[in-house]
């Protein structure tokens, strides 16, 4: 493996432990967040959130949020370009090891619910 590819994994990894770690209310709203490319050449990193949070009218203040901490708190990163979607669905694997697995039925208890 090249240098290059392992400085590459390395940063998308560091990427996505720090999506884990900073927005888990994306995954507890139903959201996923993924990182579509890392380029530690330039320090940018291309982030796509999907699930609940296209079309969330605040997934513009996520998205903020993500690019603002993560040029903070990870040095080798200069820019981050988020998508927060729009079309609905999901795609490729969530840094989340357990989005899409609850399988198990809730009852509805008639409390009225969270609209996200």
Known sequence: MSTD???????ETEVTNFLRRNFPQIQMH??????ENVDPE???????LG??????????MTVQAI???MVEEIPEIE???ANAGGGGG??????YPDVGDDTED???????????
């Open 5 to 11: 590819t392992q400085e590459t994994e390395d940063l």
């Open 30 to 35: 139903g959201g996923t967040a993924a990182v």
């Open 42 to 48: 330039s320090g940018t990193v291309s982030i796509r």
């Open 51 to 60: 699930g609940a949070c296209s079309g969330c009218g605040i997934s513009p």
């Open 67 to 69: 690019k603002s901490r």
């Open 79 to 81: 820019k981050v370009e």
């Open 90 to 95: 999901s795609f490729g694997p969530s840094p």
């Open 106 to 116: 809730t009852e509805d208890d008639g409390s009225p619910s969270a609209p996200f």
